[in-house]
């Protein structure tokens, strides 16, 4: 880690954030807790940065330090085949959810836009996604009931680089075979590094659940020293 490198973390973190945090200075690298991170720290503009914290934390100081950041396609999932899914995805607008399709599980492309979740009535899609603009774009997807585990995993250049379980009990060795064989098969289409989110159903098996970004993702028990590389390269220093 070379020593101009500043890892920018918000000034509230916690136990996730602190084995990041261990594992970067270990290798020699600083770290800048910010609390006022809207303003401008003139200190920081003539370092090498890597951020690490929430979305809005991470899209303000790259707008503000003149940063790239890493992230998947928002939208990649309702691309992918059937194999790696189980599951119908497609992508569509607010304004086009209608009674007919529900029940649904139902996803903002745009991050955090409104609470994902199951929606059995058009009412409480409404009331969720009210003051919207009908045209933002959702995903939809048929609902799968028997879900018993969840792993996240870190991805470098189409290689694992670790993966672990966050919800429930499930092969790990399965999971990363079959993510093995996604990555084989869709490398291409992922950034160079990014968080995979696996989900295992008793019927259907290991199938992709989200891609999420490495500047933002938490560990979820996956280990720093593995994934801080995936970290690392998910700021781009103009």
């Given at each position: 880690m070379a020593?101009?490198t500043i890892?920018?973390?918000?000034?509230?973190?916690?136990?996730?954030?602190d084995?990041?945090l261990?594992?970067?200075?270990?290798?020699g690298?600083r770290?800048?807790?910010?609390?006022?991170?809207w303003?401008?720290?003139e200190?920081?503009?003539?370092?090498?940065?890597?951020?690490?914290g929430?979305?809005?934390?991470?899209?303000?100081?790259?707008?503000?330090?003149n940063l790239?950041?890493?992230?998947?396609?928002?939208?990649?999932?309702?691309r992918?085949?059937?194999?790696?899914?189980?599951?119908?995805i497609?992508?569509t607008q607010?304004?086009?959810i209608?009674g007919?399709?529900?029940?649904?599980?139902?996803k903002p492309?745009?991050?955090?836009?409104f609470?994902?979740?199951?929606?059995?009535d058009l009412?409480?899609?409404?009331d969720?996604t009210k003051?919207?603009?009908?045209?933002?774009?959702?995903m939809?997807?048929?609902?799968?009931?028997?879900?018993?585990a969840e792993?996240r995993?870190?991805?470098?250049?189409g290689?694992?680089?670790d993966?672990?379980?966050?919800?429930?009990?499930a092969?790990?060795?399965?999971?990363?075979?079959f993510?093995e064989?996604f990555?084989t098969?869709?490398h291409?289409?992922l950034?160079?590094?990014?968080v995979?989110?696996l989900a295992?159903s008793?019927?259907?098996?290991?199938?992709?659940?989200?891609?999420?970004a490495?500047?933002?993702?938490?560990?979820?028990?996956?280990?720093a020293?593995k994934?801080?590389?995936?970290?690392k390269?998910?700021?781009?220093?103009?």
């Amino acid at each position: 880690m070379a020593s101009d490198t500043i890892l920018i973390i918000p000034e509230k973190t916690d136990i996730e954030f602190d084995e990041v945090l261990s594992i970067w200075t270990a290798n020699g690298g600083r770290v800048k807790r910010l609390g006022k991170y809207w303003i401008k720290d003139e200190e920081l503009t003539a370092s090498k940065l890597v951020i690490y914290g929430n979305q809005t934390f991470a899209l303000v100081l790259a707008q503000i330090y003149n940063l790239d950041l890493i992230s998947p396609d928002d939208a990649l999932i309702t691309r992918l085949d059937k194999r790696w899914t189980k599951r119908d995805i497609t992508l569509t607008q607010i304004g086009k959810i209608d009674g007919a399709i529900l029940p649904a599980f139902i996803k903002p492309v745009i991050p955090k836009l409104f609470v994902a979740g199951s929606f059995s009535d058009l009412n409480a899609f409404n009331d969720a996604t009210k003051g919207l603009q009908t045209t933002e774009e959702v995903m939809v997807s048929n609902i799968i009931t028997d879900i018993t585990a969840e792993a996240r995993s870190y991805v470098k250049s189409g290689v694992v680089m670790d993966i672990a379980l966050y919800e429930g009990t499930a092969d790990t060795e399965e999971a990363r075979l079959f993510l093995e064989d996604f990555l084989t098969d869709n490398h291409h289409q992922l950034p160079a590094v990014v968080v995979v989110d696996l989900a295992y159903s008793s019927s259907l098996g290991w199938f992709v659940l989200e891609f999420n970004a490495c500047w933002g993702a938490g560990l979820n028990h996956c280990k720093a020293e593995k994934v801080i590389d995936c970290m690392k390269e998910a700021t781009i220093n103009k």
